[in-house]
T-cell receptor, first 113, second 114 residues
Framework: KQEVTQIPAALSVPEGENLVLNCSFT??????LQWFRQDPGKGLTSLLL?????REQTSGRLNASLDKSSGRSTLYIAASQPGDSATYLC????????????FGAGTQVVVTP | DAGVTQSPTHLIKTRGQQVTLRCSPK?????VSWYQQALGQGPQFIFQ???????QRGNFPDRFSGHQFPNYSSELNVNALLLGDSALYLC?????????????FGPGTRLTVT
C-alpha cells in the first residue's frame, strides 16, 4: 500500500530565504507525482507535475526533483516571499491505481517579512 | 476558460440527513475524482468517474455514492450523515481517460454536520 509522508509538518522562514520541502513515498512504482499549494479553506492549486520518467520540473521560482529509487521528491522555492505562505501537498499516482492520488498531510509554510 | 467549479460553497446539515454535492470539470476533461479533506490532513480519495462509471474507489462506506453525467459533470451523494463526515469535499478533473494526468481541483464544498 502506497504511503506518502511530508516532513516537516510546519516550517517558518524569513523572506528571501530558499524553501526546501520534502516528500517521500514507500512504493517506487509510480506513474507521476504532483505538487500542490493550498491556501486556508481553499481548494488545491497545481504547481508542478513530474512524470515517472522525468527527474525534475521547473516553473519560475519553483523546481521539483524526483528520485524514484529512493522514493523521494523535493520542491525548491527560490527567494521566498510572504505570498508563498500556504500549505504545500504532494500526491502520487501508483502504476496500479488507475488515477487514485495518494496525498501526504502537507507542510505548512510561513514566510515572515 | 472556466476551471473546475463546485456547488454549493458551504453546507450545514443535521446528522442522519442526506446531501448532494456537484462538480463541473474543466473544459476538455472527461474524468472526475472526489476527495474528502479533514482539517489538518491531506485529501483522501473517495472515488473516480470516467465514461459515467465508477472506475476506482477508496476506503469509504457505501453511504458515499456518485454519478457522472454525459456532459462529464458529477455528483457526490452522502446518506445518513455522521458528525465525522464534516470536511472539505474536493472535486478534481483530468483528461486522458486513465485519469493519471495532471489533476485540476475545484474550490471545494465545506460540509458541516451538526
Amino acid at each position: 500500500k502506497q504511503e506518502v509522508t511530508q516532513i516537516p509538518a510546519a516550517l517558518s522562514v524569513p523572506e528571501g530565504e530558499n524553501l526546501v520541502l520534502n516528500c517521500s513515498f514507500t512504493d517506487s512504482a509510480i506513474y507521476n507525482l504532483q505538487w500542490f499549494r493550498q491556501d486556508p479553506g481553499k481548494g488545491l492549486t497545481s504547481l508542478l507535475l513530474i512524470q515517472s520518467s522525468q527527474r525534475e520540473q521547473t516553473s519560475g521560482r519553483l523546481n521539483a526533483s524526483l528520485d524514484k529509487s529512493s522514493g523521494r521528491s523535493t520542491l525548491y522555492i527560490a527567494a521566498s516571499q510572504p505570498g508563498d505562505s500556504a500549505t504545500y501537498l504532494c500526491a502520487v499516482v501508483s502504476t496500479d491505481s488507475w488515477g487514485k492520488f495518494q496525498f501526504g498531510a502537507g507542510t505548512q509554510v510561513v514566510v515572515t517579512p | 476558460d472556466a476551471g473546475v467549479t463546485q456547488s454549493p460553497t458551504h453546507l450545514i446539515k443535521t446528522r442522519g440527513q442526506q446531501v448532494t454535492l456537484r462538480c463541473s470539470p474543466k473544459s476538455g476533461h472527461d474524468t472526475v475524482s472526489w476527495y474528502q479533506q479533514a482539517l489538518g490532513q491531506g485529501p483522501q480519495f473517495i472515488f473516480q468517474y470516467y465514461e459515467e462509471e465508477e472506475r476506482q474507489r477508496g476506503n469509504f462506506p457505501d453511504r458515499f455514492s456518485g454519478h457522472q453525467f454525459p456532459n462529464y459533470s458529477s455528483e457526490l451523494n452522502v446518506n445518513a450523515l455522521l458528525l465525522g463526515d464534516s470536511a472539505l469535499y474536493l472535486c478534481a478533473s483530468s483528461s486522458g481517460g486513465r485519469g493519471s494526468y495532471e489533476q485540476y481541483f475545484g474550490p471545494g464544498t465545506r460540509l458541516t454536520v451538526t
